[in-house]
C-alpha cells in the first residue's frame, strides 16, 4: 500500500500545483457573483511573463482595492503579440510605448491617462571589443531592436534615417530588451537597441561588454492609457487612484516595480502628438 499511497499523495501535489499556476495565470475577480465589468490591462512584454506578473499583479491587486473597480493583467511573450492586440483594440487599459499610443491611437482612439515624469531616449550600443567606431560603419550591418514600434527602435531609426540617410542596414526585431542584448553579445547582431533606462540596468557584468554609439533626443515615458468604450467614469478613477499612490509608501514602492515614477495626468497634444511628425512604419516593419 505504501507505493500506492505515495503515488497518490504525489497525484495530489501536481494537482495542487496546476491550481496555483491557473490562479496566477487566470486570476479570479475580486467581484464574482456580481455583475461588476472587468477590465482587461494589457503591459507591454520588457520581461518574461513570469516577471511582469510578480511585478504588475500587486499593483493591479491595489488599484483594484482604491479605485473600486476589477482589473485583469494581460501578459504576452512578444511585442509583435501585444502590438497585434492593442491594434485590433482588444485591452480596456493599455501600458505601451508611446509610438504604440500614436500608431493604435489612429485605428481604434486610446486615450493616454498617466505617465510617469522622466523622458527616455533610444540608445545605439554594439559590443565593446567590436570594430564599429562609427555609425557608418553599420553599413550593411544587422541592428537588433525590441519591435517595431518600441521607443528605442522609432527614435533611433528616425536619426539613422534623417542624419545618415545613405546608410543601409538590416533590422532585426528580438521580441524583447534581454533578447537585444543576447544578440549583440552573441554576435548574431551588430549593434542593438534599447531606452536608456533599460541600457542603465542592464547588470553591471553585462554592460561592461557593451559600448553605447549614439543616444537620440528624449521624449515623455510610456503611458497607461484606455480604450475610449471605457466609462469616462472608470478611466478617472483609475488614474486617480494611480496618482494617489505615489504619496503612499507602499503604494510608491507597486509603482516604481512598474517604472510608471513619479505619476502625471498624460495629455495626447501635449505629450505625443508631435510623434506623428515621425516616420513611424519605417521599410522592413
Request: some cysteine.
Amino acid at each position: 500500500m505504501q507505493p500506492l499511497q505515495h503515488h497518490t499523495r504525489k497525484v495530489r501535489l501536481l494537482a495542487e500545483l496546476a491550481l496555483v499556476l491557473m490562479c496566477a495565470l487566470f486570476p479570479s475577480s475580486g467581484n464574482a457573483g456580481n455583475d461588476s465589468p472587468t477590465y482587461t490591462i494589457a503591459v507591454l512584454p520588457q520581461r518574461p511573463p513570469v516577471v511582469m506578473y510578480a511585478r504588475w499583479r500587486p499593483l493591479l491587486d491595489r488599484l483594484e482595492k482604491e479605485a473600486g473597480i476589477t482589473l485583469k493583467l494581460k501578459l504576452y511573450e512578444s511585442t509583435a503579440d501585444f502590438q497585434a492586440d492593442i491594434a485590433k483594440g482588444t485591452p480596456d487599459f493599455m501600458y505601451s510605448t508611446p509610438p504604440q499610443l500614436v500608431v493604435v491611437r489612429g485605428m481604434q482612439g486610446y486615450i493616454p491617462l498617466v505617465r510617469g515624469s522622466r523622458k527616455l531616449s533610444g540608445v545605439l550600443f554594439v559590443r565593446n571589443d567590436s570594430p564599429i567606431r562609427t555609425v557608418d560603419d553599420l553599413e550593411s550591418g544587422e541592428i537588433a531592436f525590441s519591435g517595431s514600434w518600441n521607443i528605442c527602435s522609432v527614435l533611433v531609426q528616425n536619426v539613422l534615417h534623417k542624419d545618415h540617410p545613405d546608410l543601409k542596414f538590416k533590422q532585426l526585431y528580438a521580441g524583447s530588451m534581454n533578447n537585444v542584448v543576447n544578440h549583440v553579445l552573441l554576435g548574431k547582431a551588430a549593434a542593438g537597441s534599447v531606452i536608456d533606462v533599460e541600457f542603465e540596468n542592464i547588470a553591471p557584468e553585462t554592460r561592461t561588454h557593451l559600448r553605447p554609439l549614439l543616444e537620440t533626443q528624449k521624449i515623455f515615458p510610456h503611458p497607461l492609457s484606455a480604450h475610449p468604450r471605457v466609462p469616462k467614469s472608470v478611466r478617472d478613477k483609475l488614474a486617480s487612484a494611480i496618482l494617489a499612490l505615489w504619496e503612499d509608501e507602499a503604494g510608491n514602492a507597486l509603482l516604481v516595480a512598474t517604472r510608471i515614477t513619479n505619476p502625471v495626468r498624460a495629455d495626447y497634444q501635449r505629450d505625443y502628438r508631435h510623434l506623428e511628425n515621425i516616420d513611424l512604419m519605417y521599410p522592413g516593419n
